[in-house]
């Protein structure tokens, strides 16, 4: 199971900090991805982070502003989100296992995040 949370209204150029949970012992060891989605559009790769949290990937749209970990201590996937855009308002999703090939089968909830300008 997996449960994302952290999101919120921010201003245009602010920040904001998503984490998802995960629970059962398989979480450690998945690579972990975030993915966000607006109405009407399909759901778009955001970052990602592999098991042991030593490589990340990033949608173009998101480099050099938006940041993934992993908190052992917490047992979450946390992104951190600088420089926001109006255009990052969305629902976001954290989902399990992450590949570049496969969609995860195991979804957090969603939480929304709204920038405004």
């Known amino acids: 199971q997996l449960q994302a949370f952290g999101g919120g209204l921010v201003q245009a150029g602010g920040s904001l900090r998503l984490s998802c949970a995960g629970s059962?012992?398989?979480?450690?060891?998945?690579?972990v991805g975030w993915f966000r989605q607006t109405p009407g559009k399909e759901r778009e790769f955001v970052a990602a982070v592999d098991w042991s949290g030593e490589l990340t990937y990033y949608a173009d749209s998101v480099k050099r502003r938006f940041s993934i970990s992993r908190d052992t201590a917490r047992n979450t996937v946390d992104l951190q989100m600088t420089s926001l855009k109006p255009e990052d308002t969305a629902v976001y999703y954290c989902?399990?296992?992450?590949?570049?090939?496969?969609?995860?089968?195991?979804w957090g909830q969603g939480t929304l995040v709204t920038v405004s300008s």
């Open positions: 059962g012992r398989d979480f450690s060891n998945y690579a």
């Open positions: 989902g399990a296992p992450w590949t570049e090939y496969t969609p995860p089968y195991l």
